[in-house]
């Protein structure tokens, strides 16, 4: 008995051993396996395809640590989201939207459409009227893609990222003290949004005291920071960027970034180090401000994890005997989001000058609603189509109360622009405004436009009274001054020599009124409206002109210019009438309808069909001039002449009372923001006088000319660059034009 009595002696030992191992290890690990993602803008797409190989082989980390872009996908990741849906998620994205304020055209009223951004340059002021110079972008379309995806995932954490599927940090950085700010509590979207704060690109997050910036400063691949949560394997995903080469150095944002990249190189490779396994996708070739490559870059992802994967399975079998260290450990998130949360009360902070009762209006959730991503979505987008917020962001806390973040914009701002084309030659204008009168809401603009060949000058204010997301009032007043100055050509008689003589004259044509239109918007593609206008104006002779108008808008247009899907219709109808002031009676009736068809991502059809017709002869300044290439999407009811592009036409070739026109345009997008066009038009006009109703038609059909024409359009910071060429199919000897080469250009925004 003696000789066995020390073999149980050791097998005590060894398991006593075991078990305090055991015990130390679980002290000393917090996580088992942390996943590292990167910052690298565009690049950072490669990491989905790396989620993706994860998930197919069934291994799941328990912690994700993220910087920038690394902390948009790794967020999505922790919150329940798969590698399938966030690359579905990434493919259904506008990116180039992402570093732009602009607001999706059709989240805005028909009042608001009419107005592109048709400025070069648009200075901000605060309250003391000193400029305030701002980012690229205020990053809302970030907010306008986590809100709605994360606001649950938050909510069931408690606003704890420890509660999450998966355990989660995202790294940032303050820039008062370029300290690494670590989140692991608290406002999870506002966490995201800080860390992709691109220095230049999108403005910084204030949180408390902090003023935050990209993740990507301070630690751009957080390796550390998984080691300080005591994780035990680190996986790190290496997508940073290699510096810009010299030629790309002139683009001043890509300047800054190659500065930040080598004051962090060290740092980068220091983390790099110390990760267990490293992921490097073969990025080479591809631009980390590209976001056009999506299915690419994921599938590189892909494949550089799939390489690593064995590496992974291995490392997690010999530490812990098992391939996938959090299996469900938490609630999964649909299985949550069936679990409907009721709203119990609304609140709003940041507005510091608005009513809440516009904002109230504008949101589609009230107090009792079940809440939704659907609403969230909309009632953001709402909420941001006022355009009186730099972001608005939201959050449900553990009381069922929804509250709405909004950061308001600095009211006071100026816009400039410049032009030009071959018939009014160089054009500006300067445009202050404050676009929160009363805290209503209520834009006032002084608009001053200056140029050699017209001028226009208008004092406008106006309101949209909302009653819902889709539905408010739109009422505007506006004051307006405009001139024209024209070269007219005309044969003057020589009764000596027996002939006619050509003289050149210019003559300066000026017009001044009042305008008011009161307006009922339905949905965000319809908008029913009245007003009343008396002008005086003063071209050959002088006149006042007082007219009642009623004026339906319909647009569903998805942008301007170069649309690729949608309709526009407007139909139009007025009168004057001596009793009223005029000289005489005159009615009026105007259709136009335009649609958008695309084949493909890069063929659009355009046909348009226009209509003009008056019971009476109309004065000069209402008549419709068919002629060149010189589109006006802005201040139209304040122009001299009513202009109407023709295509092999030059400007203002003929005028009439009565007019009809076909038109269709063929757009081949060649690549990024190059267009090449071919256009036709097909159309006439009559004086009142000359017009038969019996013989219209087949005179129309037997007598139009018929223009066609090319077109390369580019579009530019500066505004669209515009070559045209054109001209009509034969001779029209009864209206004194002639067949030969038209050829047209401008030079940014139409205004």
């Given at each position: 008995?003696?000789?066995?009595?020390?073999?149980?002696?050791?097998?005590?030992?060894?398991?006593?051993?075991?078990?305090?191992?055991?015990?130390?290890?679980?002290?000393?690990?917090?996580?088992?396996?942390?996943?590292?993602?990167?910052?690298?803008?565009?690049?950072?797409?490669?990491?989905?395809?790396?989620?993706?190989?994860?998930?197919?082989?069934?291994?799941?980390?328990?912690?994700?640590?993220?910087?920038?872009?690394?902390?948009?996908?790794?967020?999505?990741?922790?919150?329940?989201?798969?590698?399938?849906?966030?690359?579905?998620?990434?493919?259904?994205?506008?990116?180039?939207?992402?570093?732009?304020?602009?607001?999706?055209?059709?989240?805005?009223?028909?009042?608001?459409?009419?107005?592109?951004?048709?400025?070069?340059?648009?200075?901000?002021?605060?309250?003391?009227?000193?400029?305030?110079?701002?980012?690229?972008?205020?990053?809302?379309?970030?907010?306008?893609?986590?809100?709605?995806?994360?606001?649950?995932?938050?909510?069931?954490?408690?606003?704890?990222?420890?509660?999450?599927?998966?355990?989660?940090?995202?790294?940032?950085?303050?820039?008062?003290?370029?300290?690494?700010?670590?989140?692991?509590?608290?406002?999870?979207?506002?966490?995201?949004?800080?860390?992709?704060?691109?220095?230049?690109?999108?403005?910084?997050?204030?949180?408390?005291?902090?003023?935050?910036?990209?993740?990507?400063?301070?630690?751009?691949?957080?390796?550390?920071?998984?080691?300080?949560?005591?994780?035990?394997?680190?996986?790190?995903?290496?997508?940073?960027?290699?510096?810009?080469?010299?030629?790309?150095?002139?683009?001043?944002?890509?300047?800054?970034?190659?500065?930040?990249?080598?004051?962090?190189?060290?740092?980068?490779?220091?983390?790099?180090?110390?990760?267990?396994?490293?992921?490097?996708?073969?990025?080479?070739?591809?631009?980390?401000?590209?976001?056009?490559?999506?299915?690419?870059?994921?599938?590189?992802?892909?494949?550089?994890?799939?390489?690593?994967?064995?590496?992974?399975?291995?490392?997690?079998?010999?530490?812990?005997?098992?391939?996938?260290?959090?299996?469900?450990?938490?609630?999964?998130?649909?299985?949550?989001?069936?679990?409907?949360?009721?709203?119990?009360?609304?609140?709003?902070?940041?507005?510091?000058?608005?009513?809440?009762?516009?904002?109230?209006?504008?949101?589609?959730?009230?107090?009792?609603?079940?809440?939704?991503?659907?609403?969230?979505?909309?009632?953001?987008?709402?909420?941001?189509?006022?355009?009186?917020?730099?972001?608005?962001?939201?959050?449900?806390?553990?009381?069922?109360?929804?509250?709405?973040?909004?950061?308001?914009?600095?009211?006071?701002?100026?816009?400039?622009?410049?032009?030009?084309?071959?018939?009014?030659?160089?054009?500006?204008?300067?445009?202050?405004?404050?676009?929160?009168?009363?805290?209503?809401?209520?834009?006032?603009?002084?608009?001053?436009?200056?140029?050699?060949?017209?001028?226009?000058?208008?004092?406008?204010?106006?309101?949209?009274?909302?009653?819902?997301?889709?539905?408010?009032?739109?009422?505007?007043?506006?004051?307006?001054?405009?001139?024209?100055?024209?070269?007219?050509?005309?044969?003057?008689?020589?009764?000596?020599?027996?002939?006619?003589?050509?003289?050149?004259?210019?003559?300066?044509?000026?017009?001044?009124?009042?305008?008011?239109?009161?307006?009922?918007?339905?949905?965000?593609?319809?908008?029913?409206?009245?007003?009343?206008?008396?002008?005086?104006?003063?071209?050959?002779?002088?006149?006042?002109?007082?007219?009642?108008?009623?004026?339906?808008?319909?647009?569903?247009?998805?942008?301007?210019?170069?649309?690729?899907?949608?309709?526009?219709?407007?139909?139009?109808?007025?009168?004057?009438?001596?009793?009223?002031?005029?000289?005489?009676?005159?009615?009026?009736?105007?259709?136009?309808?335009?649609?958008?068809?695309?084949?493909?991502?890069?063929?659009?059809?355009?046909?348009?069909?226009?209509?003009?017709?008056?019971?009476?002869?109309?004065?000069?300044?209402?008549?419709?001039?068919?002629?060149?290439a010189i589109p006006e999407e802005r201040y139209q009811d304040i122009r001299i002449y009513n202009y109407i592009p023709f295509i092999g036409l030059?400007?203002?070739?003929?005028?009439?009372?009565?007019?009809?026109?076909?038109?269709?345009?063929?757009?081949?997008?060649?690549?990024?923001?190059?267009?090449?066009?071919?256009?036709?038009?097909?159309?006439?006009?009559?004086?009142?006088?000359?017009?038969?109703?019996?013989?219209?038609?087949?005179?129309?059909?037997?007598?139009?000319?018929?223009?066609?024409?090319?077109?390369?359009?580019?579009?530019?910071?500066?505004?669209?660059?515009?070559?045209?060429?054109?001209?009509?199919?034969?001779?029209?000897?009864?209206?004194?034009?002639?067949?030969?080469?038209?050829?047209?250009?401008?030079?940014?925004?139409?205004?």
């Amino acid at each position: 008995m003696r000789k066995w009595f020390p073999f149980p002696c050791i097998m005590l030992f060894i398991l006593c051993n075991t078990v305090f191992a055991n015990k130390d290890s679980s002290e000393t690990i917090a996580y088992k396996f942390a996943l590292v993602l990167s910052g690298g803008g565009a690049n950072g797409i490669a990491q989905i395809g790396v989620l993706k190989a994860l998930d197919e082989h069934g291994i799941k980390p328990d912690l994700i640590v993220g910087t920038s872009m690394g902390a948009l996908i790794g967020g999505l990741y922790a919150s329940g989201y798969s590698g399938a849906s966030i690359e579905a998620l990434a493919r259904s994205m506008n990116w180039d939207n992402i570093f732009s304020n602009a607001i999706t055209r059709s989240n805005k009223f028909v009042s608001q459409k009419t107005e592109p951004g048709n400025y070069l340059v648009e200075i901000r002021f605060d309250k003391k009227l000193y400029p305030v110079i701002t980012s690229q972008s205020y990053g809302q379309s970030l907010y306008d893609l986590l809100v709605p995806k994360l606001i649950y995932p938050q909510y069931f954490a408690k606003f704890d990222f420890e509660n999450l599927p998966i355990a989660l940090r995202i790294v940032s950085t303050d820039l008062l003290t370029g300290n690494k700010i670590v989140f692991s509590k608290g406002n999870l979207i506002t966490a995201v949004r800080a860390s992709c704060a691109i220095p230049l690109v999108l403005s910084p997050v204030e949180s408390d005291s902090l003023l935050l910036i990209d993740g990507g400063l301070s630690s751009n691949i957080p390796v550390r920071c998984a080691k300080e949560c005591k994780a035990g394997l680190i996986v790190a995903v290496d997508v940073t960027s290699p510096l810009w080469p010299k030629n790309d150095l002139e683009n001043p944002v890509k300047l800054v970034d190659q500065i930040i990249a080598l004051s962090i190189a060290k740092q980068k490779k220091l983390e790099k180090n110390e990760a267990d396994i490293l992921i490097v996708p073969d990025l080479l070739g591809h631009k980390n401000t590209d976001f056009d490559n999506i299915d690419s870059l994921v599938q590189i992802g892909y494949q550089a994890c799939t390489e690593k994967i064995e590496e992974i399975r291995q490392a997690l079998l010999a530490r812990y005997q098992d391939t996938i260290s959090t299996q469900a450990r938490k609630d999964s998130l649909h299985n949550r989001e069936s679990t409907p949360v009721k709203i119990k009360s609304l609140t709003i902070s940041g507005n510091t000058s608005t009513k809440p009762q516009i904002i109230r209006t504008a949101v589609s959730i009230r107090e009792g609603d079940t809440l939704s991503e659907k609403q969230i979505k909309k009632s953001i987008s709402s909420l941001y189509s006022t355009e009186l917020f730099e972001t608005v962001n939201a959050e449900i806390d553990t009381s069922d109360n929804l509250r709405f973040i909004v950061n308001e914009k600095k009211h006071w701002r100026m816009r400039l622009g410049l032009r030009f084309d071959e018939y009014h030659l160089f054009e500006a204008f300067a445009q202050p405004a404050y676009e929160n009168l009363f805290g209503l809401g209520v834009l006032s603009i002084l608009h001053i436009q200056y140029g050699q060949r017209r001028e226009k000058y208008a004092l406008d204010l106006e309101a949209n009274r909302l009653f819902s997301p889709n539905f408010s009032n739109n009422l505007k007043v506006q004051f307006y001054i405009s001139k024209e100055r024209l070269i007219k050509r005309e044969l003057q008689p020589d009764d000596i020599a027996g002939i006619d003589v050509l003289t050149l004259k210019e003559v300066t044509l000026r017009k001044s009124g009042i305008f008011g239109v009161f307006g009922t918007q339905l949905g965000r593609w319809s908008m029913l409206s009245s007003g009343i206008k008396i002008e005086k104006y003063k071209v050959q002779q002088s006149g006042l002109l007082p007219y009642f108008m009623l004026r339906l808008n319909i647009d569903t247009m998805d942008k301007f210019p170069f649309p690729t899907s949608g309709h526009k219709f407007s139909a139009s109808g007025g009168f004057t009438s001596k009793s009223m002031g005029a000289e005489k009676s005159v009615s009026k009736v105007d259709l136009n309808y335009s649609c958008a068809l695309s084949i493909g991502k890069y063929h659009t059809f355009s046909p348009k069909l226009s209509f003009s017709f008056s019971d009476n002869p109309l004065p000069e300044v209402e008549q419709v001039y068919l002629g060149g290439a010189i589109p006006e999407e802005r201040y139209q009811d304040i122009r001299i002449y009513n202009y109407i592009p023709f295509i092999g036409l030059p400007p203002m070739a003929f005028r009439g009372d009565i007019m009809g026109l076909l038109h269709l345009d063929y757009t081949v997008c060649i690549k990024k923001r190059m267009y090449a066009q071919v256009i036709a038009d097909y159309g006439y006009t009559w004086k009142h006088s000359e017009f038969d109703r019996t013989s219209a038609v087949r005179y129309f059909l037997r007598n139009s000319p018929v223009g066609i024409g090319l077109s390369l359009s580019i579009e530019t910071l500066f505004g669209p660059l515009k070559f045209s060429y054109g001209q009509l199919l034969k001779d029209f000897g009864t209206l004194g034009v002639k067949s030969k080469p038209q050829f047209y250009f401008s030079a940014g925004h139409d205004f």
